[in-house]
């Protein structure tokens, strides 16, 4: 596909999971930000049952121009099939996906399975990374196979929560705790424990989202991420730093409140700077990401170091989040972030397209 030439761009939103409204804020962005001379936008919705819909308001804003766009889309319209529609017509334009569905349903590896075998190309990781990045113990399992530097847990199935204290003793493992699905983002789920009293109901927390929980010793450092593009050559962006303005960074410091400060980039020496954009790549290509990826670090000053605390696939990607402000202060705007994204699907689709399917 030649780089000048036009695209139908098929943007998923909404989903099946608990982070539904921040995937359709996120779409809302995209939308007004994408090229209309390089892109004919297509916005798909996902309800939260899982139908696949039309965007009906949101073409209809389209239609009259990017400005009558709202802040938040609506995962709501005529239902329609999911695999005809990203399919390019016979003569019609190059078709890409871009699915911006954050948690599971989405960013866990099922949506990109369902495009590989309709033969699109997609934003973003593959079903591997996807489903490995999304499953936070998985994950940990993974980087810990090579070498990278993580803060100590323990995982337990949605069976057995009640030897959770146990577990955590037996472990070793120091109070506060974090307490998480495994299989979750933006924080929802999460809880921190400060005693044992408060386990129990912190891992039926997490469990009411995730058959598996994944209890972490907590970090006393600074939150530094790192935003990752690329293909077989990945590179990195300035690192951000996260100040909470809570407890430790929730969903409402996130997404509601406001107040949490992002500091771009972060206040590092040179050194240091080097080792996490180093790190960041390493992580990414030990689960084989492809496209983009956020890493997030805990930097423990004068102890541990750097920590990979995970890697997100599909990052928060208002002008507001982290993600697209680490690149534009590298030097990327938000609109050409967005052409960087559909470049390298397409790249990454023709790659695999050449692999023999005969004996």
Known sequence: MASTERVRLVVLFGGQSAEHEVSCTTAAHVLAAADADRYEVVPIGITREGTWVQADEARAAL?????????????????????????????????????????????????????????VPYVGSGVLASALCMDKVKAKE???????????????????????????????????????????????????VHEPDGLPEAVA?????????????????????????GNAEPRTSVPGEVVSSHEFYDYEDKYLDGTCDLLVPAPLDEAATARVRALAVEAYRALRCDGMARVDFFFDEGGRGFLVNEVNTIPGFTPGSMFPM???ATGVSYPELIDELVRLAVERHERRSRFSTKR
């Open 326 to 328: 680490l690149w534009e």
């Open 142 to 192: 993974v980087l810990a196979g090579h070498g990278m530097p993580q803060g100590p847990y323990v995982a337990l199935r949605d069976t057995e929560l009640d030897v959770a204290p146990a577990t955590v003793a037996a472990a070793g493992l120091v109070y506060p705790l974090f307490v998480k699905p495994a299989n979750m983002g933006s924080s929802v789920g999460v809880s921190k």
């Open 205 to 229: 927390v997490a469990a009411s989202y995730d058959e598996w929980v994944l209890i972490e010793q907590g970090v006393d450092g600074r939150e530094i991420e790192v935003g990752v593009l």
């Open 63 to 119: 239609d009259r121009g990017r400005a009558a766009l709202p802040g938040r889309l609506a995962a709501t319209g005529t239902e329609i099939e999911p695999l005809p529609t990203v399919t390019p017509a016979a003569g019609g334009l190059p078709v890409v996906v871009l699915p911006l569905l954050h948690g599971p349903h989405g960013e866990d590896g099922t949506v990109q399975g369902m495009l590989e075998l309709a033969g």
